[in-house]
T-cell receptor
């Protein structure tokens, strides 16, 4: 089976940089994804790492190391609107279904 | 295309009643997924379809739950004899499958079910 662990909560101030870690135990997957979810909203796709290394998309970057069973989402130049829950997820190798992590609630303060 | 639509947005029902939710995916997406999310948790996989074929069902999906995608377009999720433990947000998502180049799922806004 698969399990993905994340810190439950992270706090930061506007303009800062924050890193949200994801450690996983999984028996085969294609890539690590990250989703953002505002309270009451739908999860929205942020980033996907098919290979080890860093992927950059604007203020957001995501990293994957398969050898360490570890990934992270880096958010730079934090804005108040970044306050949300963030989920890492792996795509099952056989079925393409996403298995989500426990989620990290990010609170950005002025 | 306006994305993935789910109906209703909210549903309050009495324990023991049956409820049905509808999901309209992005038209060109052949894969459709149902997830359940409770407060403070990540979405949990329930079932998925490739076109009209239901390919996998989670152990979370008891025999009171049934899902269909009759023509490979919209899907319905029915819960019979609802229980208070069924209270959750039910999310639908669609994707192109492996050909999406890692673009990921597109989720609907969900149906929030409250069983009283």
């Amino acid at each position: 089976g698969q399990s993905l662990e994340q810190p439950s909560e992270v706090t930061a101030v506007e303009g800062a940089i924050v890193q949200i870690n994801c450690t996983y135990q999984t028996s085969g997957f294609y890539g690590l994804s990250w989703y953002q979810q505002h309270d009451g909203g739908a999860p929205t796709f942020l980033s996907y790492n098919a290979l080890d290394g860093l992927e950059e998309t604007g203020r957001f970057s995501s990293f994957l190391s398969r050898s360490d069973s570890y990934g992270y989402l880096l958010l730079q130049e934090l804005q108040m609107k970044d306050s949300a829950s963030y989920f890492c997820a792996v795509r099952d190798r056989n079925t393409d279904k996403l298995i989500f992590g426990t989620g990290t609630r990010l609170q950005v303060f002025p | 295309d306006t994305g993935v639509s789910q109906d209703p947005r909210h549903k309050i029902t009495k324990r023991g009643q049956n409820v049905t939710f509808r999901c309209d995916p992005i038209s060109e997406h052949n894969r459709l997924y149902w997830y359940r999310q409770t407060l403070g948790q990540g979405p949990e996989f329930l079932t998925y379809f490739q076109n009209e074929a239901q390919l996998e069902k989670s152990r979370l999906l008891s025999d009171r739950f049934s899902a269909e995608r009759p023509k490979g377009s919209f899907s319905t999720l029915e819960i019979q004899r609802t229980e208070q433990g069924d209270s959750a947000m039910y999310l639908c998502a669609s994707s192109l499958g492996w050909s999406d180049g890692g673009l990921g799922y597109t989720f609907g806004s969900g149906t929030r079910l409250t069983v009283v």
